[in-house]
Structure formats: structure tokens, C-alpha cells
């Protein structure tokens, strides 16, 4: 990770691979030499975006960036699908909780408990699946 003139690292300045951006090209594309992990989001750029957030009186912000942070250790598709089983109607109150136990066990303890607290939402509103 490169520095700015402060000697604080550049959130960002380096991919997630380790890759310098400088380096990812639509033709390093095109011929191959960039995978996904070159243009993941590092989850030090997202704490990084978090704290600006917070600094702006945006806490609510400030949370999806580090819940955000919390799921790029886990692959993309249980990603894809930990937001399809939080749209109406798709799961049960056992499988929400299911999935928090899932995410805590994996570190991710904000998501676990997001998912807590849409399971009481979604029960209180008539959103589960039965």
C-alpha cells in the first residue's frame, strides 16, 4: 500500500490482490492478466470509507461500509446468496437465524446481526416464508 504526503496509507492505492492499480488496463484485461481479486475492494479501503462516514455524522453509512468489509472474506456466491435470503418472503425465521449463526462463526458479527434483527422485522411485518 503506497502512502500520501502525511505518511498515512492510501486506502485503495493497492487492489485486494496486492496488484497496484496502475497496472489494470483495459488491455491487461482483454489479454488476461487481471482477475476479479485485481478489482475486489480491500476491506482496509471500506474501514477507511466507514470512518469518513462517521466523520460526516453518517453512522448509518458507516455500518454498510463495515458490514460490507465483513463480506469480502467470504466467496461471492454465498455472498449473492445471503441477499437473496434477506428479500421478503424467501426465508424462514429459522433459516435468518441460521445464517447469523453461519456469519458469526465466519467473524462476520454485524451481519449476524442484521440478520437477527430482520428475522423480528420480518415476522413483526408478515414477511417470512412459512
Given at each position: 500500500?503506497t502512502?500520501?504526503?502525511?505518511?498515512?496509507?492510501?486506502?485503495g492505492?493497492?487492489?485486494?490482490?496486492?496488484?497496484?492499480?496502475?497496472?489494470?488496463?483495459?488491455e491487461?484485461?482483454?489479454?488476461?492478466?487481471?482477475?476479479?481479486?485485481?478489482v475486489?475492494?480491500?476491506?482496509d479501503?471500506?474501514?477507511?470509507?466507514?470512518q469518513?462516514?462517521?466523520?460526516?455524522?453518517?453512522r448509518?453509512?458507516?455500518?454498510?461500509?463495515?458490514?460490507?468489509?465483513?463480506?469480502?472474506?467470504l466467496?461471492?456466491?454465498?455472498?449473492?446468496a445471503?441477499?437473496?435470503?434477506?428479500?421478503?418472503?424467501?426465508?424462514?425465521?429459522d433459516?435468518?437465524?441460521?445464517?447469523?449463526?453461519?456469519?458469526?462463526?465466519?467473524?462476520?458479527?454485524?451481519?449476524?446481526?442484521?440478520?437477527?434483527?430482520?428475522?423480528r422485522?420480518?415476522?413483526?411485518?408478515?414477511?417470512?416464508?412459512?
Amino acid at each position: 500500500m503506497t502512502t500520501g504526503g502525511s505518511g498515512v496509507p492510501t486506502p485503495g492505492a493497492v487492489g485486494a490482490s496486492g496488484r497496484d492499480p496502475a497496472g489494470i488496463t483495459v488491455e491487461a484485461v482483454r489479454d488476461g492478466l487481471v482477475d476479479i481479486a485485481d478489482v475486489r475492494i480491500h476491506p482496509d479501503t471500506l474501514e477507511h470509507q466507514a470512518q469518513v462516514a462517521e466523520q460526516h455524522a453518517n453512522r448509518q453509512l458507516a455500518e454498510n461500509f463495515r458490514r460490507a468489509a465483513e463480506l469480502t472474506a467470504l466467496p461471492d456466491d454465498e455472498v449473492l446468496a445471503l441477499y437473496e435470503a434477506l428479500r421478503p418472503y424467501r426465508s424462514s425465521a429459522d433459516e435468518l437465524a441460521a445464517l447469523a449463526d453461519r456469519l458469526d462463526s465466519a467473524g462476520a458479527h454485524r451481519n449476524a446481526a442484521l440478520f437477527r434483527e430482520a428475522a423480528r422485522v420480518y415476522e413483526r411485518r408478515g414477511l417470512l416464508r412459512q
